[in-house]
């Protein structure tokens, strides 16, 4: 990667990761830490779910190996 791709690339990983940090905080701050963190895994399992019925062949996929040699 060139040098303005990697600053870019770098300020949104940053970003992101102190956004997710505020969020946690925030939401052990109004509901307590272990109410906080089990809300966090309760809500990671649901988008897990949420992709795997929306995304039936992710699901499916044996190897990503597969996609290649299908598309050649």
Do not use: Y
């Not at 990667?1 to 870019?8: F, K, T």
């Not at 905080?25 to 897990?48: C, E, R």
């Amino acid at each position: 990667m060139r040098g303005r791709v990697s600053a870019v690339n770098m300020v949104f990983i940053g970003a992101s990761n102190e956004v997710g940090q505020f969020e946690s905080g925030v939401t052990a701050q109004w509901f307590g830490t272990v109410p906080a963190v089990v809300l966090g895994g309760v809500g990671t399992m649901m988008i897990v779910c949420l992709w795997a019925w929306l995304f039936k062949s992710l699901r499916t996929l044996d190897r990503l190996d597969a996609i290649k040699t299908e598309s050649a």
